[in-house]
């Protein structure tokens, strides 16, 4: 089915960046549906950050052409600003007021911004509203720099490696948040060098690398059909040694393999077959040379 | 989208959010215990100690202006310099060029504050110099008025310029004071100086807008044979506001 234009939060053709004699994104092209989550993941220095900042309007491109809810970002409007809410990987905040102090002063700064009180509770602030943010927790910061990305009720949400830094519990809490942001209808696009975290909340995900997409789809298809990875079938022969094949065709090495074993009156302990998974694609596809 | 569309709330306008703005500045500036109030001190302090050991009245009348612009200095140019430099090493200045807030509205909220701390440090002054220091009320409050705003003009725009040369927080309390103290010195009773000492601090603002200064609170002469000072100060104010608008930066330069 062919994508109406207005179903696309985000199309990016062609994009280049350049700083002085380095190129840190050279030419990538991908679209973001509504509604949708979508990942970039990849190794640090790949160019994700660049291209989510001249997405978000903090930098101007190169060469390429980008839109984002109908504007071009680089061109500040603030009909655009008002309905994106971003995350960056680190940003100090007022350190003398309090949460909720910090969060109706944001509010204030959008047309239609959401209930104060709202936020809080959906960013899992609850009980820290008369705190000074100087007292808060790293986790805690990071919820608040959330909230301050909600409390203009935008439609796409821009997440700079969102969980950095947490604790297990934290992250599982940051999961849940993101995926309540989808379930209200939100964009959401997640920068994250964690696969399992791209691959518990992203519909669809593209892998970066010295500045350009290496490869994109739902992360459960990834790799599965574009004969860059193999499936992986193990077994332990009738010595007890691990035996290991990759194949891109699982069923005929199962037929010969199994066929083989009954001639010999074997078993064969402990046969797996695993589809790769976005960690081993993702090894894969980064690694160097 | 459609919905969007029509319900589209107003977006509050420019003045409205510079005010916001402003008010969010001064009910930080009064929460923050440490080196802003310390600043906005430090001229109150040194107007004391200085008529508590110099009571001639003619010294006095030297001295009164001489704070008065040593506070515009304090309260724009190096308040200005250490809050741009810790905005942006913060992230708050980038984080706020991500909302729909116009970066106009908030330097004028910034810089708001800024003027808000001269303001109350000239009544401060004229009224310390009335009621302790023998000065009478300024003999033309337009002349004081006209200089104290293009004092804050000059100086907040130079010292939103030298935030940008300043690359760390930890390094601000240095390159400010390495200009503030000895530009002080020098330009508090310029008149007096030795030549070549003379010759640089004609050659700043500060010793202009103290001799403006002076000649709206003590001497009473008007604006008329303020001219070159006037000159000098509006000349510093286009390099400030040159440099300052040319360099701005939103975040902190990497490595």
Known sequence: ?289 | MAEHAANAAHPPSFASLSWRQFRLERKMFWRNPSAAFFNFLLPLLFLVLLCAVLTDQADRDVIVPGIAGMAVLATTFSALAYNVVFLREQGILKRMRGTPLPAGAYLLGIAGNAVANTAIQIVLIVLAGKLFYGIDWPQDVGELVLFVVLGVLCFASLGVALAHAIPTFEAATVYVNMIFLPVVFISIDAANDPAFLKGIAEALPLAHLIDGLSAAMVSGDGIGGQWSALGVLLVWTALGATLAIRGFSWEQRRG
Request: charged share 30%.
């Open chain 1, 1 to 289: 089915m062919a994508l109406v234009k207005d179903e696309l939060a985000i199309e990016v053709r062609g994009l280049r960046k350049r700083y002085g004699d380095l190129e840190a994104v050279r030419g990538i092209d991908f679209s973001v549906r509504r509604g949708e989550v979508f990942g970039l993941l990849g190794p640090n220095g790949a160019g994700k950050t660049t291209t989510v900042e001249i997405l978000e309007g903090y930098r101007d491109r190169t060469d390429g052409e980008v839109t984002v809810l109908g504007h071009d970002p680089q061109l500040r409007a603030p009909a655009l600003r008002e309905r994106v809410g971003i995350v960056l990987q680190s940003t100090g905040i007022y350190r003398h007021l309090t949460v909720r102090e910090v969060l109706a002063h944001f509010a204030g700064l959008y047309p239609a911004a959401r209930g104060v009180d709202e936020v809080i509770e959906l960013a899992g602030l609850r009980g820290k509203e008369a705190a000074r943010t100087r007292t808060l927790s790293g986790g805690q910061l990071r919820r608040l720099d959330l909230a301050l990305a909600l409390v203009g009720d935008p439609e796409l949400i821009f997440l700079d490696e969102p969980t950095t830094g947490f604790d297990p519990a934290a992250r599982r809490g940051a999961w849940d948040t993101i995926r309540s942001l989808k379930a209200l209808g939100k964009t959401v696009v997640l920068t994250t060098h964690y696969l399992d975290e791209a691959q518990a909340l992203a519909d669809r995900v593209a892998i970066v690398k010295d500045g350009r997409i290496l490869v994109e789809g739902a992360p459960s298809e990834l790799g599965a059909g574009d004969g860059a990875t193999h499936y992986r079938v193990a077994w332990r022969n009738g010595s007890g040694l691990l035996n290991q094949r990759e194949t891109d065709d699982p069923t005929t090495l199962l037929h010969e393999l199994t066929g083989a074993a009954l001639e010999r009156g074997e078993r064969l302990e402990g046969l797996s077959v695993t589809r790769p998974t976005l960690e081993d694609v993702y090894l894969e596809l980064t690694a160097d040379g």
